[in-house]
């Protein structure tokens, strides 16, 4: 036997008119036709006293069904209703549980509606008191702590050069909006910062992934209720294919007599390496050993996440010489080799200036089409043309997505490639020595400051 909305009938009450009670089922929620518009409800109070009074289903004309709690306060003749859980996103158990014990705080006087409305204003205030300064802060403060997580991290702690290259953009939105309401930013000034960057397309994608991130984060935190970056659309820049020829990064090293010490070594290091802008910019004298000339970069500081040795071309172990032997004391394990000032003045910090960096060997130099980047390019390519092993090439470059170096085979990899790297680096040390010119190629002692 059914009933007048279709569902089944578990109780017929003697003399009933035409409209059936039943207890609130799996069966009876899913079998209900939703109304032709506005919603229904089911209520689990079948018979009288013996279901859950006040426990119920809406049934929306869409066809979505979602469980509330109705009660009326002690002395109110008002119905309030506390709406439960979405059906599917909840079971019938889960919802039936919260049910009673919403009912529950009802009869010990409590008003659940009342602790909800508190709990959201509380939500509301904080977020309004949140500047976008302040949810930068402690975005990176997660950052650096590991506790961000994010889908490129896969549970490991994030590279030290992805949180400083995700901090340096989001300083910038800082420096635009920091007084500013996180919660208030809306998509067009997001729109309008990226807009800034709209023909460097490596940067617009960077800044924008950086905000969205951060607002995401902050979503899952609680801090904000909106992302304003979620439908804005950034392209993937075009695969570059530059390769520098020896005369062109012989035209870039002298170039560099002309900057200041840091700057001239930091470019030098980059050539002769062939290492990512960020590890040299970052690099500590712990991590050097200039008797065996070895480079050992930790996992939190690389790309791919894992330890990088690399054998130090006789160039490089002579710049970094005559950097040590100019400082006035022996330096700490983690003290930069190639230090710059914090934004407050106050600090050594790394290098992070690359724009101004760049604009400046273009006023002196007068080459199509480069960036820093096609110095790794450069070294592989002109290595392998004189023979080089591809895989010790890849191994050198520490690539991310070389599938040869995993497991233990990596661990016995990495240590056997050493040797041959060291051949390849001494290679590249001589070609770059023949294209500057001997007599050119480093003045070591020309300028004491470092």
């Given at each position: ?8 009938c ?23 036709k ?34 509330i ?31 009673e ?16 409305k ?81 023909e ?42 530059r ?18 010490p ?47 040795v ?64 096609d110095f ?33 085979i ?41």
């Open positions: 036997m059914r009933d007048c909305t279709g569902l089944p578990v109780w017929v009450p003697p003399g009933c008119p035409g409209e059936r009670f039943w207890m609130l089922t799996k069966a009876a929620i899913e079998d209900a939703p109304p032709t518009k506005g919603r229904r409800v089911l209520w689990d109070n079948d018979p009288p006293g013996s279901g859950l009074a006040g426990f119920g289903c809406r049934v929306f004309a869409s066809g979505q069904r979602s469980f709690a109705q009660y009326r306060l002690p002395g109110s003749r008002k119905k309030q209703t506390a709406t439960i859980g979405t059906y599917g996103l909840i079971t019938l158990p889960q919802a039936r549980d919260k049910a014990k919403i009912l529950a705080k009802v009869k010990l006087g409590d008003d659940p509606q009342a602790e909800r508190a709990r959201t204003a509380a939500e509301i205030a904080r977020s309004r008191a949140l500047t976008v300064r302040e949810l930068v802060r402690q975005y990176s403060a997660a950052l650096r702590a590991g506790t961000a997580k994010t889908n490129r991290s896969n549970g490991h702690p994030q590279a030290e050069a992805y949180v400083a290259d995700t901090v340096l953009h989001l300083d910038r939105f800082g420096d635009r909006y920091g007084k500013q309401t996180a919660a208030a930013i809306t998509r067009s000034e997001v729109v309008s910062l990226l807009n800034e960057y709209i460097q397309p490596s940067a617009h994608r960077r800044m924008h992934g950086a905000i969205n991130r951060m607002y995401a984060w902050a979503r899952q935190m609680e801090l904000v209720a909106n992302n304003p970056t979620a439908d804005i659309v950034t392209t993937q820049g075009q695969s570059r294919e390769v520098l020829s020896l005369a062109e990064l012989a035209a870039i090293w002298r170039a560099t007599d002309q900057l200041s840091l700057y001239r070594d930091l470019i030098r290091l980059m050539i002769l390496t062939g290492q990512r802008r960020g590890e040299v910019a970052r690099m500590i004298w712990g991590e050097i050993d200039l008797t065996s000339s070895l480079w050992t970069l930790p996992s939190s500081r690389t790309k791919a996440r894992r330890q990088h690399i054998p130090l071309p006789e160039t490089a172990v002579a710049v970094l010489r005559a950097r040590r032997e100019a400082l006035k004391r022996s330096p700490r394990a983690d003290d930069l080799v190639l230090p710059s000032v914090s934004r407050d003045g106050k600090d050594a910090a790394p290098v992070s200036g690359w724009g101004w960096l760049k604009r400046e060997l273009d006023s002196r130099i007068k080459l199509q089409s480069w960036r820093m980047h790794r390019r450069s070294l592989v390519t002109h290595l392998a043309e004189k023979g080089a092993d591809e895989a010790v090439l890849d191994v050198m470059l520490n690539h991310a997505a070389s599938v040869s170096r995993s497991g233990v990596g661990v016995y990899q990495k240590a056997r490639l050493i040797e041959p790297m060291r051949k390849v680096m001494a290679l590249w040390d001589e070609m770059l020595r023949n294209a500057f010119g001997q007599d050119n190629v480093i003045r070591l002692n020309r300028d004491a400051s470092v």
